[in-house]
């Protein structure tokens, strides 16, 4: 497998995981304001279709995390806390995305998108965003901006292009050594994507480091589940998100030459 990410993710959760888990369940509590606002963005995609038992709630992520996943006939949809106190247009916007998205209602309203887009990048939130990364991140040197790539550039362009611009961006940083064996990997601990330095190179091809960053996204996206007391890591609805990618086979053909 050319990226090593299966064994290598930390099992065990330190104790401040486990605190910062628990007052995370205390803000479990939405308003009844929030769980409208997601029905009537229901009805509004899927007028005929019984409305679903909804489970939303903010989360202490370490970015602008949004998810939303059915399971059981439930929605479960996880906001970031930094989202809690948005306008309601921003809400609105933000159960309109991740339904169309789930549903496959695409396009995505442009009028939501932008609002969406708009609040996340205005001023406020942002130095907000990138305070709480730094703080509740790890305390270590990393650098997302290489010698001939932008690690930071290149997951924007790729959650644009293939995330709705929905993924939060985690910590992002090249390895400290020119790692050959873990060329990328997820940590989800940590909220950090590690791209191994070897590839910051100007013969590296961009679609290499695109697919190592975007398979490293997957991650985000897909976290690791516990079936029947075995880790899946690389899930069916994972690998199938793969096969999207436009140049998977150039990219990987080029990681096994290494
Ligand atoms: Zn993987």
Redesign the pocket.
Known sequence: MP?R??GTQPSRRSNGARVQEFSAKLKAVVSEALIHIFEQEYRELRPRAPMPALDIRFRRFTSLNTTIRLRDGRLHVRLSDLLEHAPEAVHRAIAHILLAKLYKKLPIQRIHADRYRRYVSSEPVARQAEYIRQTRGRKKILTAKGHHYDLDEVFESLNLRFFHGLLGRPTLTWSAHHARRMLGHYDAAHNTIMVSRVFDRPDTPRCAIEYLLY?EML?LKHPVRVKAGRRC??SKAFQDEERLFPELEQAKAYLKRL
Do not use: G
Request: hydrophobic letters at 45%; charged letters at 0%.
């Open positions: 990226i990410s299966a398979h991650h890591v690389h």
